[in-house]
């Protein structure tokens, strides 16, 4: 009887074994898929702090820390926020709106558009980034880019001048035209304002 008893308490006291459940699998998957995507966005060491403490936060959930997993999900919350208005790490929508703003960028865009620069032999129109204003030249892309030139294009026939950056810190680009002006096809731009559009890519 005292076998059975100090059997049954061995098997108590003995660790549970990790079971990699349906949701351990969604955890892990979305923790790497999230970190990744991070760390394109903001690549860098920014992607590389969002990262890590997104995959912090998952393991110390899947650890059932729940308590770990808040503050290190909060932490990269608040420096994710922080990221949106500082620095060169900022959306170009967010220095389109909140730096620049959007009255003043269209207003400029017009001008140049009345006074366009003369097109190379290739009949492409091009504005050299150090040229620009400095209220401008903000969205003209990081200073290590600054000898690109912003392209002045037509558009369907609708002239635009368009700031392409790709990926990086500053995410593929915004068209500028007259009031009015939409780009096509719609589905690959998201309205800023009015004649202001972000290119999202398709």
Request: neutral net charge.
């Given at each position: ?6 059997e049954?308490?061995?098997?108590i ?20 898929a ?27 959930y899947?650890?059932?820390d729940?308590?770990?997993?808040v503050?290190?999900?909060t932490?990269?919350?608040v420096?994710?926020?922080?990221l ?18 959007t ?17 190379d032999?290739?009949?492409r129109?091009y504005l050299?980034?150090?040229d620009?204003p400095d209220?401008?030249?903000?969205l ?7 000898n ?21 810190f ?7 035209g ?7 096809p719609r589905?690959?731009?998201?309205k ?11």
């Amino acid at each position: 009887m005292d076998e059975v008893t100090v059997e049954s308490d061995a098997q108590i006291q003995s660790p549970t074994r990790f079971q990699f459940t349906l949701r351990t699998l969604f955890v892990v998957v979305a923790m790497v898929a999230g970190s990744v995507g991070l760390f394109l966005r903001y690549y860098g060491w920014p992607g590389l702090i969002l990262g890590i403490l997104l995959l912090l936060g998952g393991w110390s959930y899947l650890r059932g820390d729940r308590r770990a997993a808040v503050n290190r999900l909060t932490t990269l919350l608040v420096f994710w926020l922080a990221l949106q208005f500082l620095g060169p790490y900022t959306s170009l929508r967010n220095r389109v709106v909140w730096i620049v703003g959007t009255e003043r960028l269209q207003q400029w865009a017009v001008q140049v558009l009345d006074n366009p620069p003369p097109p190379d032999e290739y009949g492409r129109r091009y504005l050299e980034p150090n040229d620009l204003p400095d209220d401008i030249r903000i969205l003209a892309g990081p200073i290590r880019w600054q000898n690109r030139v912003l392209m002045f294009e037509d558009d369907r026939d609708q002239h635009c001048i368009q700031f392409g950056h790709g990926g990086g810190f500053y995410h593929w680009g915004i068209l500028v035209g007259r009031p009015g002006y939409a780009p096509s096809p719609r589905h690959l731009y998201f309205k800023i304002a009015d004649g202001i559009w972000g290119y999202v890519g398709g």
